[in-house]
């Protein structure tokens, strides 16, 4: 069974960083995508990279900040985040990008003053 584990979230002020880790394990070179749910709304999609590392950033008040990297050897995919802003908040999944299976538990992030 695939299984998925996510790190690296904290708390940032405004313009600030992050790079969360995803580590898969039981299967490799998956379609995979990184997910968020701000609090009180559904889980979105926020963007996907293929096994060979092509990334579509799907949010549009993303795109420019967020980008999303693997490294295949270690079995690992990455969501690298700048600028943040307080509407990032929420909790960030991993998961196939094609057929997304169990989730982990995610990691939170929270961008305030």
């Known amino acids: 069974q695939v299984q998925f584990v996510e790190s690296g979230g904290g708390s940032v002020q405004p313009g600030g960083s992050l790079r969360l880790s995803c580590a898969v394990s039981?299967?490799?070179?998956?379609?995979m995508g990184w997910y968020r749910q701000a609090p009180g709304k559904q889980r979105e999609l926020v963007g996907r990279?293929?096994?060979?590392?092509?990334?579509?950033v799907v949010v549009p008040s993303v795109k420019g900040r967020f980008t999303i990297s693997r490294d295949n050897a270690k079995n690992t995919v990455y969501l690298q985040m700048n600028s943040l802003k307080p509407e990032d908040t929420g909790v960030y999944y991993c998961n196939r990008a094609d057929t997304p299976g169990p989730w982990g538990q995610g990691t939170q992030v929270t961008v305030s003053v």
């Open positions: 990279i293929s096994s060979a590392g092509g990334v579509t």
């Open positions: 039981g299967s490799s070179d998956l379609f």
